[in-house]
């Protein structure tokens, strides 16, 4: 993983001379992501040789989550443009069903809250900035999920997990007209076994009064491999939409 990131990030040195904004430019929106979440995990650590399914044990279904990101872009060479992306993700379930977690087995009626909170800090570099975009960089996620369960007959157990991720970042795009946007971004990263990818392809366009509208399609996917003893795959996809303002 050192050696991957020593590469990238002296590749990326060499990218500022080849294209920059032209002007300095601002842009700051939201929206709504309808996401469907998959997968499963379990904590070796506390014994559990069983993996705990998301949807069949506990409930997770489609939800709207709120997003939210700034963006800044500058004419400065060397200095790269950042992005930040924030995405919170809840989820709750409620359901007669039987598993072990934590060690813990739990019967009968079940409940459960979970949270998946990202904030992604991105710098990169406009390498192509025409008709045809193309970006390049890194991102920064920083993760913090965490859940709790408990049954009716009084049994509870929590866990959480957080950190940050460095990953590769790239984005390639075409404006057929201006101000209308077709691209498709993603991070990605992979080492030990583990793997992160979170793509968005998306359309927008941004109107002569500094507003804009943005939607699209987001999938992210989590193969945790012995991370502080969580295995695991988790998914969530849907589609979003949101608006924007750009100065």
């Not at 939210?68 to 007669?96: K, Q």
């Not at 987001?218 to 949101?242: A, C």
């Amino acid at each position: 993983m050192k050696k991957l990131l020593s590469l990238t990030c002296a590749t990326l040195l060499t990218l500022p001379a080849v294209s920059t904004a032209d002007v300095l430019s601002f842009a700051i929106g939201g929206g709504i992501w309808k996401e469907d979440p998959s997968g499963y995990f379990r904590n070796q650590n506390a014994g559990d040789t069983i993996n705990v399914d998301v949807k069949e044990d506990l409930f997770w279904k489609e939800e709207d989550q709120g997003y939210w990101f700034a963006t800044l872009e500058h004419p400065v060479p060397i200095l790269p443009n950042v992005r930040i992306l924030s995405t919170s993700l809840d989820h709750s379930g409620s359901g007669t069903t039987s598993f072990t977690i934590n060690g813990e087995t739990f019967t009968g009626t079940v409940s459960n809250e979970g949270s998946f909170d990202q904030t992604d800090i991105t710098a990169y570099w406009e390498v192509l900035d025409n008709v045809v975009s193309l970006d390049l960089g890194l991102t920064a996620k920083l993760i913090d999920f965490s859940y709790s369960v408990a049954d009716n007959f009084g049994n509870t157990t929590s866990g959480s997990l957080s950190g940050t991720v460095p990953m590769l970042y790239g984005l390639v795009g075409i404006s057929p007209i201006p101000g209308l946007y077709l691209g498709v971004e993603g991070n990605f990263i992979g080492y030990d076994g583990n793997d992160l990818t979170d793509i968005t392809a998306k359309i927008s366009y941004t109107t002569d009064f500094f507003l804009g509208i943005e939607g699209g399609y987001r999938s992210q996917s989590y193969t945790l491999d012995d991370v502080d003893g969580y295995f695991g795959k988790l998914e969530f996809e849907g589609p979003f939409l949101g608006a924007y303002l750009k100065f």
